[in-house]
T-cell receptor, first 112, second 109 residues
Framework: DGGITQSPKYLFRKEGQNVTLSCEQNLNHDAMYWYRQDPGQGLRLIYYSQIVNDFQKGDIAEGYSVSREKKESFPLTVTSAQKNPTAFYLC???????????FGQGTRLTVV | GQQLNQSPQSMFIQEGEDVSMNCTSSSIFNTWLWYKQEPGEGPVLLIALYKAGELTSNGRLTAQFGITRKDSFLNISASIPSDVGIYFCAGQWGNKLVFGAGTILRVKS
């Protein structure tokens, strides 16, 4: 089945550690996105990528990094510089401008 | 950056009632999308709007793309208990997709 897969669903991290969240899509979409969602809040854009080997910062990129080496993959690294990383992280993709975007199931990251 | 104002923030309605929520922005968008999110899950696309003035239905859901391209609304008719969740609007300009803060819908049966 075509879709977007995020893994893991739950992730625990010790303070000071980097951690990488996986996002894979087999929809052949050019654009991919990472959003952060805090309890009771909307979705805030962290990074997005329009094409392989290219990505742009969103509204809250500090403390995060991404790569886009393959069309189907857009991993997000939460670095130790992110002071409040506990949140629900959502990955999305769409074919390009002026099109529908679809989401993965999310990864809940907790700092312990 | 671009901001979306979504209202109301929450609604607690009686089963069978109609629901209306809307999003406004100071920026123009060329696509409006409406999503529903259930606890612990990713948002699911409900309706996509691509042209100013477009009115689109999906079952009991109806959404419109405002003429000014700066607003959109979503109506749900005859609400049922499974309509509960958080509804988000999203505006797209180029490849950038921005979201409203969401409307929490609760339904009393």
């Amino acid at each position: 089945d075509g879709g977007i897969t995020q893994s893991p669903k739950y992730l625990f991290r010790k303070e000071g550690q980097n951690v990488t969240l996986s996002c894979e899509q087999n929809l052949n979409h050019d654009a991919m996105y990472w959003y952060r969602q805090d309890p009771g809040q909307g979705l805030r854009l962290i990074y997005y990528s329009q094409i392989v080997n290219d990505f742009q910062k969103g509204d809250i990129a500090e403390g995060y990094s991404v790569s886009r080496e393959k069309k189907e993959s857009f991993p997000l690294t939460v670095t130790s510089a992110q002071k409040n990383p506990t949140a629900f992280y959502l990955c999305a993709s769409n074919p390009g401008p002026h099109s529908e975007a679809f989401f993965g199931q999310g990864t809940r990251l907790t700092v312990v | 950056g671009q901001q979306l104002n979504q209202s109301p923030q929450s609604m607690f309605i009686q089963e069978g009632e109609d629901v209306s929520m809307n999003c406004t922005s100071s920026s123009i968008f060329n696509t409006w999308l409406w999503y529903k999110q259930e606890p612990g899950e990713g948002p699911v696309l409900l309706i996509a709007l691509y042209k100013a003035g477009e009115l689109t239905s999906n079952g009991r859901l109806t959404a419109q793309f405002g003429i000014t391209r700066k607003d959109s609304f979503l109506n749900i008719s005859a609400s049922i208990p499974s309509d509960v969740g958080i509804y988000f609007c999203a505006g797209q300009w180029g490849n950038k997709l921005v979201f409203g803060a969401g409307t929490i819908l609760r339904v009393k049966s």
